[in-house]
């Protein structure tokens, strides 16, 4: 089934503010939220689909990739684009509730306390986003391409495989929290008894403490090393434009999800083509006797030469499309033009007889920008000069 419009899902418009889009979600939140609505699968995934929306629409890179391409680009995140928030699960849902209700969920001192990512109260950290720019020709942006990059990043530690302590008997489940990660206090008001939640400020949320560290990471789970990144760019992409791999940026301390990685579209200028949109230009200097005359030419195109005709009486400024020459839209069949634009070349230095053959054709009508309808015509002074 297709999806519905993110803005749709939100109740926006597609020009609402960041502040807009995040009430909208807070009110999607609460009224659809699983505790409130238990046992409703409808409700469920109507909490889910405004979270992918809000997930989407509140980062500035992942909403200009949706206003362009809507969800189209989405399709191609497995080729190194899209927005790397499809499929979210009630962990990723649950961890945005920090950022939109001012930590936590509105549903903790309601319903027995609020859901925290990683299950049972757990806090799960999630590892930054990288960027790294990747330059493209002409050729590779018309045809796509495959690039393969060494990323420096934070990696998983494989000496501990990410868990920072040194053997599993390592591990002592908190006696703070009791492995919940979280800390719950009853407070007694006018209203009643209200019961908060809050992380436990012993294990960070973790749920256990690490009595021996890794002597490599030194119990972060992570170390700075190197990893080969292939990244599938796809036909179409232009000058600054970003795509996103989702999980491929710094890994997270002790299992937490990794960061994105996002990629930055640079061109690398082309010798004699230039970029006009999904159009190309190229400048075609011509001189004046092949214009006047009429000649065939090759021109460079993205896949190669290519033949055209200059038709006599040819003028400068003049532009020949060459169809579907040019580049691909990003997600689409369709594709651009060559525009050749028509320059006349003039010589600096003539010989001797080249300027005594111009002079005597230099007072013919067809040397003038009207000439005269009864006057003779170049071709017939010309062939009067050669017999």
Known sequence: MAKRDYYDVLGVAKGASADDIKKAYRK??????????????????????????????????????YDQF??????????????????????????QFGDIFGGGSPFEGFFGGGRQSGGGGRRVARGSNLRIKVRLTLEEIANGAEKKIKVNKQIICKTCDGSGAKDKSSF?????????????????????QMQTTSTC???????????????????????????????QV?????????????????????????????????????????????????????????ATLGTSVEVP??????????????????ILRLKGKGLPEVNSYHRGDQLV????WTPKALSREEREILEKLQGSPNFKPNPG???????????????
Do not use: W
Request: proline fraction near 4%; charged fraction near 25%; charge should be negative.
């Open 28 to 65: 999607m939140a609460i009224k659809y939220h699983p505790d409130k609505n238990q046992g409703d699968k409808e409700a469920e995934e109507k909490f889910k689909e405004a979270a992918e929306a809000y997930e989407v629409l509140s980062t500035p890179e992942k909403r200009q990739r």
């Open 341 to 344: 634009h028509i320059n006349i």
């Open 301 to 318: 195109t993205i896949d190669g030469k290519a033949k055209i005709k200059i038709d006599p009486g040819t003028q400068g400024g003049k």
């Open 234 to 290: 796809p036909a179409g992409v232009s000058e600054g434009m970003q795509l996103s791999m989702s999980g491929k940026g710094n890994a997270a301390p002790r299992g937490g999800v990794p960061g994105d990685l996002i990629i930055l579209i640079e061109e690398v200028p082309h010798e004699t083509l230039k970029r006009d949109g999904n159009n190309v230009i190229y400048d075609l200097h011509v001189n004046f006797v092949d």
């Open 172 to 192: 002592q489940t908190c006696k703070t929290c009791g492995g919940s990660g979280a800390v719950r206090r009853v407070t007694n008001t006018i209203l009643g």
């Open 201 to 231: 400020p012993t294990c960070n949320g973790e749920g256990s403490t690490i009595l021996s560290k890794c002597t490599v990471c030194h119990g972060d789970g992570v170390v700075r090393g190197e990893e080969l990144i292939t990244i």
């Open 70 to 95: 809507g969800h189209a680009a989405n399709a191609s995140s497995a080729n190194g684009g899209g927005y790397g928030g499809g499929g979210m699960n009630m962990d990723d849902i649950f961890s």
């Open 373 to 387: 309808k009864n006057e003779k015509s170049f071709f017939e002074r010309m062939k009067e000069y050669f017999e």
